[in-house]
């Protein structure tokens, strides 16, 4: 079983989209586990207060040190009773990017993941000194804090843990799987507003319409995400389908060729 936990101010934010859709299916079938605690029930005054002005002056509130020390120090404690250890995130934009390769991993993760949300103007730096969080980062955007990352994460990681999707080969097709944007989808009916579907996946050539997905894949990626493949080792197939598109006069980036291993 996957397992979060999410340490934020927040839960309201973070709560009612864990109980939809996917995510919602993932826990009920045991496969996902996902717990979301106040911050505010780690501080010690009775107004919960979790922020504070920061030392130097400076615009918007700060997050404080001992809360999220104290909650972190109360969730060690809980995996050691349980015989398990902790994974500690860190939603920020000073950490590593998020990709695929990173969301495969933490599909993996035998230890509990906690994912601190940080807000307002961050947190005291204490937390980083005392904690050594993995810090990661979404995107090149700042956001309001970190329950909407934390649930990229979440649910980026779910839905590659086997079982979750209802068709492991949707898992296999899509995009960033295999370094290549997706190929286009189209449903019923086979005509919208005058707008047809391509005839080859009417044809119920099964071969064709594979190659016809991967050719049009390759297409979108060279052509909105070239930067993905500029170190790809091309297959002789790949190659082949490129070489077609340059000759239907589509622009391309230079890529290397050859076989993959």
Known sequence: MLRFDVLTLFPDMVAPVLGQSMLKRAQEKGLLHVTVRNLRD????????????????????????????RAVDALREDAQACGETIRLLFPSPHGRPFTQDYAQRLAGEARRIVILCGHYEGIDE??????????????????????????????????LVPGVLGDPQSMVEESFTDSLLEYPHYTRPAEVRGLGVP???????????????????????????????????????DQRLLNELLNEGVAMAPVRSGEEG
């Open 42 to 69: 780690f501080t010690d005054d009775r107004h919960k207060v979790a922020d504070d002005v920061p030392y130097g002056g400076g615009a918007g509130m700060v997050m404080k040190a001992e809360p999220i020390l």
């Open 126 to 159: 204490r937390v980083r000194t005392a904690l050594a969080p993995e810090e990661v980062s979404v995107g090149d955007y700042v956001l309001t804090g970190g329950e909407l990352p934390a649930l990229v994460l979440i649910d980026a990681a779910a839905r």
């Open 199 to 237: 005839d080859i996946l009417l044809s119920g050539h099964h071969e064709a319409i594979r190659l016809w997905r991967r050719k049009q894949a390759l297409r979108s990626t060279y052509l909105r995400r070239p930067d993905l493949l500029r170190d790809r080792v091309l297959t002789s197939e």
